[in-house]
């Protein structure tokens, strides 16, 4: 993270040296709207000259940090793939197959490039939807167009985006879409998979969305539940369960704060909710476990999938992963890197989101 950092920092260097030639140009060029013909003759011959040579000493030295830096970014990528053993793609159905009939049912995920947890838990939670729903032909879609092209360049497996997914819909002539997102909540990325879903809404009889998993306080009960029964084993009063939480900018985000009030309320105050990218922050959790007495933390991804941040932000070596973290405050700390798709209480809760839309049809 720190390397793609530097190598930005680079970019944006160079590119800041390539127009400081310009800099003294009429208040056109700074209105980045001018004719660029109109520029080069309205700057002076001699400050043209300078800019030149500056530029040009500046940038060679600059294109080689970048050189530098591009490699050791590519070496450290490469480095990732080798310390992880992601498992076998062709274990994973990726159900894009045509002959799906006239219902549909359409699980769209983010994805994930590890293929074991893709499997364990996307391709969980499609199996249990297409065990429960026999009417409907399963189909899948992944929103991270990264992580499709990865994975496809990784292993030769082709995963449809969201777009293609509904096109492939449409050319099957489907007349029932039921969209069944695998997200925790209705946030920034649901709504772009309603926005998206709805410019082919003509081309379908029916179009129904499912439920995120936490979308009503009995949703909320459940997963607690689920969360709670699946890490039982750890509670021996001198552990303290913590679950790591993606987050987000969205206001949706409070989810966790709701879920980590809802645990303390029903007497689990050793169970700790954080995020990686909005609050609880990890720090937020780290005080509130230093406030008890526990000698051991159990980190678990409050996520469908165990990817990238479960392996890395979470589990990871890095001094600020969580477990480094945790185990630099003094204590002993394991790490289940398995994802809540692989817990068949919350599959459950998805078939039943599912059904739910596909009851709503004709109403």
Same mark, same amino acid.
């Given at each position: ?21 310009? +800099? ?67 274990? *994973?159905?990726?159900?894009? $197959? ?48 990264? %992580? %499709? ?6 292993? =030769?497996?082709?995963? @449809? ?18 969209? $069944? ?10 709504? *772009?998979?309603? *926005?998206?879903?709805? #410019? ?18 009995? @949703?909320?009960?459940?997963?607690? #539940? ?8 750890? @509670? @021996? ?7 790591? =939480?993606?987050?987000? !900018? ?9 879920? $980590? ?12 909710? =954080? ?14 476990? $230093? ?15 165990? =990817?990238?941040?479960?392996?890395? *932000? ?12 945790? !185990? ?19 599959? #459950? ?10 009851? +709503?049809?004709?109403?």
């Amino acid at each position: 993270m720190k390397k793609l950092s530097i190598f930005l920092t680079c970019l944006a260097l160079a590119a800041a040296v390539t127009s400081c030639g310009n +800099s003294e140009t009429s208040s056109s060029v700074a209105e980045s709207s001018a004719d660029e013909s109109s520029v080069a003759e309205e700057s002076k011959p001699d400050e043209e000259e300078v800019t030149e040579e500056v530029t040009e000493e500046i940038s060679e030295e600059v294109t080689e940090e970048i050189i530098e830096e591009s490699s050791e970014i590519e070496e450290s990528e490469e480095d990732d793939e080798e310390n992880y053993d992601t498992g076998d793609a062709s274990l *994973d159905n990726v159900r894009n $197959q045509d002959e799906i009939g006239e219902n549909e049912l359409l699980v769209i995920s983010f994805g994930t490039s590890f293929n074991d947890s893709r499997r364990l838990t996307i391709g969980a939670i499609e199996d249990a939807l297409e065990k429960a729903l026999p009417d409907y032909s399963v189909r899948r879609g992944f929103t991270s167009n990264i %992580i %499709i092209d990865h994975v496809n360049k990784r292993d =030769g497996i082709l995963i @449809d985006d969201v777009d293609a997914a509904l096109k492939r819909a449409v050319d099957n002539g489907v007349k029932n879409l039921v969209v $069944q997102p695998t997200h925790l909540m209705n946030g920034l990325e649901y709504n *772009d998979i309603l *926005d998206e879903v709805a #410019q082919y809404s003509d081309a379908f009889e029916n179009v129904v969305f499912g439920e995120p998993l936490l979308t009503s306080d009995d @949703d909320f009960k459940k997963v607690e #539940q689920a969360i709670v029964d699946w890490t039982k084993e750890y @509670d @021996d009063g001198e552990t303290a369960i913590c679950f790591m =939480g993606h987050g987000t !900018e969205a206001d949706s985000n409070g989810v966790y704060q709701k879920m $980590q009030d809802m645990l303390t309320a029903d007497g689990y105050e050793n169970y700790f909710i =954080g995020t990686v990218e909005a609050t609880p922050t990890l720090d937020d959790v780290l005080a509130k476990v $230093q406030a008890g007495e526990y000698k051991k933390v159990i980190l678990e991804p409050l996520m469908v999938v165990a =990817g990238d941040h479960a392996n890395n *932000d979470m589990a990871g070596d890095e001094e600020d992963s969580w477990k480094s973290v945790f !185990e630099g405050a003094g204590y002993e700390v394991e790490c289940l890197l398995r994802g809540l798709g692989e817990n068949e209480d919350i599959r #459950q809760i998805y078939v039943e989101h599912a059904q739910a839309a596909i009851d +709503s049809i004709g109403q």
